[in-house]
């Protein structure tokens, strides 16, 4: 089965590059997936089985100042590479996010209503639209709270802070699940199996930030929403609930592991 991974040298990309070592890998700077001439004239010339779409931008503050450049990279580039899949006869499995909903509700399953508050999730969401106006053979899968080996990330941040400040503070009312890049990039081989549709997939277990954080630094104390604003307004709940796959391991796991690679 010969696979293309769009967003090779992201953070998931990265990882998805180790679970599928001998797929065709695209950068951004290989492919502009907001150029919808060279995404279809790239993907019908490769001729690909299935396609990994892990290219986005994920700066959710940065959405807020870049409106167009959110839409065209999160909402219309998937459109175009759902299209160029239409027409090769290629699956596509894309990755959108727990920011498609508001966060009114303490958890979310597949078939809940979107209803984004931010730039970002509205981006995702026109995404994730601009996929199933396009294509039938699509697994759509929201993911949270992501953190690995390569790319900017909250743990990275948390060692970065804990060694400059003498606390931390880290916001206790924004509750979401914890999700290890290399644990959904192993998944991903199980969803292409599967039916298409959209998949919630995400480390097993449910925190706050700051819990997040004092599972990795010693200094940290909590606050609220209200005492660190931030130019986009996050979802107070973005728990992703999995209906359709057997639940991945707990996040404290992953993060185990994930500090062990580090070394710390």
């Not at 065709?24 to 995404?39: A, F, M, P, Y």
């Not at 790319?151 to 009312?173: P, R």
């Not at 599972?215 to 940290?220: A, P």
Request: include cysteine; charge should be negative.
């Amino acid at each position: 089965m010969k696979t293309l991974i769009i967003g090779s040298s992201g953070m998931l990309g990265s990882d998805l590059c180790k679970v599928f070592p001998d797929a065709v890998k695209l950068t951004h700077h290989d492919l502009d997936i907001t150029d919808r001439e060279q995404v279809i004239e790239s993907i019908l010339k490769i001729k690909p089985d299935v396609v990994i779409n892990a290219a986005a931008y994920t700066n959710v503050d940065g959405c807020e100042d870049n409106k167009e450049l959110a839409f065209q990279v999160n909402g219309y580039g998937p459109g175009y590479i759902a299209e160029a899949c239409a027409r090769a006869g290629a699956k596509l499995v894309h990755f959108s996010t727990d920011y498609v909903f508001d966060g009114s509700k303490k958890e979310y399953v597949e078939s809940d209503i979107p209803d984004p508050i931010n730039v970002y999730g509205d981006s995702k969401l026109l995404g994730e639209k601009r996929i199933i106006e396009n294509m039938d053979d699509y697994r759509i899968v929201r993911i949270s709270w992501l953190f690995g080996m390569h790319g900017k990330n909250f743990v990275e941040t948390m060692l970065k802070l804990s060694g400059e400040m003498d606390t931390v503070k880290v916001v206790n009312d924004q509750f979401g699940k914890p999700t290890y890049t290399m644990d959904l990039a192993s998944k991903v081989k199980e969803i292409i199996e599967l039916d298409p549709g959209i998949y919630h997939i995400t480390n097993d277990g449910i925190c706050s930030w700051y819990e997040f954080a004092s599972s990795i630094i010693d200094n940290v104390i909590p606050c609220t929403s209200e005492e660190f604003p931030r130019k986009a307004k996050r979802p107070k709940y973005s728990v992703l609930v999995n209906t359709k796959t057997e639940p991945m391991r707990h996040w404290r796991e992953a993060l185990k592991d994930y500090l062990q690679e580090r070394n710390i």
